[in-house]
């Protein structure tokens, strides 16, 4: 053999000592598609966990709006993270997906606004004064009496003096709108004053009456001048019939509203019949501002005492300063 050959040889010979037997074709052609199956099914799976968790997240928000349909109240559903696949076991070449976030937002709810409720603090109006000249008192509309009675009962007490009053309401006439109240002081046995009244409507609709006094007047002391309601100067001329214990008639000039005790604007008396009823005449004068209205009482005294003034005749009049 020649030395060419020998190397040849040796040269095939080291070759195949490095040569492996190489594996069958079907074994090469099972794994393959043993890794293409699982690879297959851990797809399947990540999309079954999908789905599972979508109908997860819109049964949570159904519920939810359910929720605040009937109760009113806002419920917030978390954030729920779902992972689209897992990563394959063992299988080192297979990727893993990222995972998917659903986020849920909470439905809006408006609430109406609240309407409180009103009140009416409308106040009914009250009674308003009547014009200077056509009363005498009470002077303030607030002081004005409920009942007729009693009111001329407190002004037969209050301005003229008397004490021990009897005090009785005549049978109404055809105007309802005024009443005439009989005053008689000590327990009724001296010859009484009528005392005229008004009112003026009070309360919801005028469905209430307040009486005043607009005048007086007893048969005994009969006034011609000055006329109820005049405007007058100072000295004021009086003129008029009376009978009267010894022929004296006071006369006295006072605010809208006094008692009897308020210092007056004038003061004077008069003479007239002490047995049977006679004229007088005279004149009284007083100070007081312009446009001041005023009542004009002629009196007799109570000789026994008791009361100031027995009986008499109030007028209301305007002075005219």
């Given at each position: 053999m020649t030395t060419i050959e020998?190397?040849?040889?040796?040269?095939?010979?080291?070759?195949t000592d490095h040569v492996h037997a190489e594996a069958p074709p079907e074994a090469v052609l099972t794994a393959r598609v043993g890794a293409a199956r699982r690879r297959r099914t851990q797809r399947r799976a990540a999309a079954l966990s999908a789905a599972a968790a979508l109908v997860v997240a819109v049964a949570a928000v159904a519920l939810v709006e359910r929720g605040d349909d009937r109760d009113g109240v806002v419920a917030t559903q978390p954030s729920t993270e779902v992972p689209t696949t897992a990563e394959a076991e063992g299988d080192p070449g297979t990727e893993v997906p990222e995972t998917a976030t659903t986020t849920t937002e909470p439905p809006t709810t408006t609430t109406a606004p609240t309407t409180e409720p009103t009140t009416d603090t409308t106040v009914p109006p009250g009674p308003v004064a009547p014009a200077a000249g056509t009363y005498v008192w009470p002077a303030s509309p607030s002081d004005f009496g409920t009942d007729p009675v009693e009111t001329a009962r407190r002004f037969a007490t209050t301005v003229l003096g008397m004490v021990d009053v009897v005090a009785t309401e005549r049978a109404a006439g055809p105007d309802v709108d005024h009443a005439l109240v009989d005053v008689s002081p000590n327990g009724g046995t001296a010859h009484p004053t009528v005392v005229r009244l008004d009112h003026v409507p009070t309360g919801p609709e005028g469905s209430g009456r307040a009486w005043y006094v607009t005048?007086?007047?007893?048969?005994?002391?009969?006034?011609?001048?000055?006329?109820?309601?005049?405007?007058?100067?100072?000295?004021?001329?009086?003129?008029?019939?009376?009978?009267?214990?010894?022929?004296?008639?006071?006369?006295?000039?006072?605010?809208?509203?006094?008692?009897?005790?308020?210092?007056?604007?004038?003061?004077?008396?008069?003479?007239?019949?002490?047995?049977?009823?006679a004229p007088f005449s005279g004149?009284?004068?007083?100070?007081?501002?312009?446009?001041?209205?005023?009542?004009?009482?002629?009196?007799?005294?109570?000789?026994?005492?008791?009361?100031?003034?027995?009986?008499?005749?109030?007028?209301?009049?305007?002075?005219?300063?």
């Open positions: 020998q190397e040849l040889r040796d040269a095939i010979s080291e070759r005048s007086a007047e007893t048969d005994q002391i009969e006034v011609t001048t000055p006329d109820t309601g005049t405007t007058v100067r100072s000295p004021i001329t009086l003129a008029g019939t009376s009978l009267a214990f010894e022929a004296q008639v006071n006369v006295v000039v006072l605010p809208v509203g006094a008692s009897g005790t308020t210092t007056p604007y004038g003061q004077t008396f008069v003479m007239g019949g002490g047995t049977e009823r004149t009284v004068a007083y100070s007081a501002p312009a446009g001041t209205p005023a009542m004009l009482i002629l009196s007799e005294g109570d000789a026994s005492g008791r009361s100031r003034i027995l009986r008499a005749t109030v007028i209301p009049i305007v002075l005219a300063g």
